[in-house]
Structure formats: structure tokens, C-alpha cells
């Protein structure tokens, strides 16, 4: 369509790494499949809805966000026009086990004071990001 979906004759596209990669970590964190949301566009993003909330900020739901330059971050979820309030960057590889971004979730999450700023890397080429997703989470026949 726009060449925005890179895909290796033979190997699932991105699209669908990113399906099953966002499956296992929402697993992992314990949101149903129902909460979760990511597509590959001009960039490739997730969103998971967490049932949890900030002693701080009792009326917002947190979320987790995940995004092909910066990896996993938790925000605050705010009105549709304002941006998310981000809490913590994950540090590291920006395709991580789903345990360790349940781990992750659960850190920032119990520790409000948690701020991290993460440098913006160069882009990744999406066949990598495919088969990066492929190594921490094979598809199941």
C-alpha cells in the first residue's frame, strides 16, 4: 500500500510480530485482549489499558504505550486532547521480554516517584523490529 509495512517474502510482517508480541506481554501484565490496540502506520504502536490507578491521580487510568522509537512507557491517561502524562521509560531494548515489562509495570507503578527521560534512538529498520519480536515471542502453530 504506502510501503509503510516492511515485509520478507516468507516471514510474517511486522503487523502481525506486533499483534503477537503485544498478546504475550499483555499476558504477562494481566490486561485482557479487549484493553490492548496496536497497529503499524507512519510508525508502529501499542496501547495497553491498565486497571490501575495513582494514589496522585485517582480519577486517570494508567496505560502502557509502546512505540517502535522509544520502546514501553507508562503514562497517566488524560483527555483525548491533551497528551498522555509519561511516568517512566523502560529502559533498554526497545523490544524486551513480556516479563520484563510486567516487571516493569509493576515497579513503576508501586513507585510513583519513578521519572525517567529516554534518549530518542535512530529508527529501526522494521524487518529487525520484526525479528526481534520473533525471538522474544514466537508465533504457536
Not at 494481566?30 to 489499558?49: F, Q
Not at 509519561?86 to 509493576?106: E, I, K, M, S, W
Amino acid at each position: 500500500m504506502l510501503g509503510l509495512e516492511h515485509s520478507v517474502p516468507g516471514q510474517v510482517p511486522l503487523s502481525g510480530r506486533l499483534a503477537v508480541y503485544v498478546s504475550h506481554v499483555a499476558e504477562a501484565v494481566g490486561v485482557p485482549t479487549e484493553a490492548t490496540g496496536c497497529e503499524v502506520s507512519d510508525t508502529a504502536t501499542a496501547y495497553l489499558g491498565l486497571d490501575r490507578r495513582l494514589r496522585t491521580r485517582p480519577d486517570h487510568d494508567l496505560m502502557l504505550l509502546w512505540d517502535e522509537r522509544l520502546g514501553w512507557y507508562l503514562a497517566v491517561e488524560t483527555t483525548p486532547a491533551e497528551a498522555p502524562v509519561v511516568l517512566a521509560y523502560l529502559d533498554g531494548d526497545t523490544v524486551p521480554t513480556p516479563d520484563t515489562v510486567a516487571r516493569f509495570v509493576a515497579d513503576t507503578a508501586s513507585d510513583q516517584t519513578a521519572t525517567r527521560i529516554r534518549p530518542v534512538p535512530l529508527p529501526t529498520d522494521r524487518g529487525e523490529l520484526a525479528a526481534r519480536m520473533a525471538a522474544v515471542c514466537p508465533l504457536v502453530s
